[in-house]
């Protein structure tokens, strides 16, 4: 029986917004942990590069994996794609790969993920009229543009004033958001090593930057309402960064010597309205935890990639898991989300701590913008 396995992982750190990536250019930030995956594997003969990336808009456009992969010094027979799942885009990276592993349309694949969202640039909309007086420019870093007049307005609201209207409704309040928050800062910070084992610094940055233990959380505003319980402090910030996973069979990775990390046992995706996006990660994952033929008591390790508290909360209010075994080693909101990455991250994170662990079941999930969620089960 063919099997989707994680070989190696690397990374490059996550950048803050204007932070210390923001001037690599996207497809060089791409490129990065593949030449690093090339330089550890040299007798490794890849066959496809799988990158998820959400906004296209920049230097990442017209298929940012190709672009990578020849960037990186691949051979120019090894062709990319790029696949747009939004924040999920990521895990679903892993999931193509996964399907071409098993599927037998081959033997070693690198899957993972890009967004220099500091990077991101303004684009003109189309102009509907000869010789217009003015010329509206429209940011490309993160939600909604240029959205269809037919969709309901409560859809096509900021992800983040949509995700202060649910928390409202389902009672999360500020004091649980930042407690959230201040726990994903401290598990990243006492697991600054297991993160720096997965990174290759990039123009002199060699960790996170976005790590920040002990600040005072309650001293910000709201950031999206007036009168809203969500800050700059429980969402996650603006980030560049770029993932890539090793994927192959068992017998890519007896060739290469190396022993699996984990194992692709399942994926799903899920979808709700719009505006409850907050809420698709459930379906996607009790879906996936279906078809690898598990339940919620069987998971180790649930990384849940923190978009913000409240909706990590909202999720966990409705599963069955100790909040030990969630995103142990902290999540988005302290390392940052750099949106086309995160979920390969949490793909990749969840697969390496399993290992540390000696082995059991792992979930990796995402919300995603647009009603949508995304799950991976992985067994190590």
Known sequence: MREALLLDTVRT??????????????????????????????????????????NGAGEDNRDVARMAALLAG?????????????????????????????LADAELV????????????YVLPPIESALPRTLRLVPT???????????????????????????????????RQDEWAARSHELASRAAGFHAAAIAPLVGVAADESV???????????????????????????????VAVLMGTRRAAAELGLDPIAR?????????????????PLPAIHAALRKAGRTLADVA????????????????DRLEIPETRVNPNGGALA????????????????????????????VAAACIGVGQGIAVVLEA
Not at 21 to 38: F, N, Q
Not at 144 to 149: F, I, S, V
């Open 110 to 121: 690198v899957a993972g993920g890009v967004e220099g969202m500091s990077r991101a640039p």
């Open 212 to 242: 920040r233990p002990g600040g005072d959380l309650a001293a910000l505003p709201p950031a999206f309402t007036p009168d809203g319980t969500l800050t700059a402090g429980n969402s996650s910030p603006i980030s560049d960064g770029a």
């Open 141 to 175: 870093t993160v939600g909604w543009r240029m959205p269809h007049p037919a969709f309901p307005p409560q859809w096509t609201e900021s992800l983040g004033g949509t995700m202060d209207r649910l928390a409202a409704e389902l009672g999360i309040g500020r004091v």
């Open 335 to 362: 390392l940052g989300h750099p949106l086309g990455a995160s979920a390969a991250r949490a793909v990749a994170d969840c697969a390496r701590e399993l290992a540390r662990r000696g082995g059991g079941v792992g």
């Open 13 to 54: 750190p996550f950048g803050r917004n204007r932070g210390g990536l923001s001037g690599v250019r996207v497809d060089d930030l791409a490129a990065h942990p593949l030449r690093e995956l090339a330089a550890r594997h040299p007798a490794a003969v890849v066959e496809d590069v799988v990158y998820g990336n959400t």
């Open 74 to 102: 691949l051979p120019v027979t090894v062709p990319g794609v790029t696949v747009n799942r939004l924040c999920g885009s990521g895990a679903e990276a892993v999931a193509h790969a996964a399907r071409a592993l098993l």
């Open 301 to 316: 390790v649930l990384e849940l990639n923190e978009a913000f508290a409240a909706m990590v909360l909202a999720c966990l």
């Open 264 to 280: 692709v046992a399942s994926g799903a995706v899920a979808a709700l309205e719009p505006d409850r996006f907050a809420l698709a």
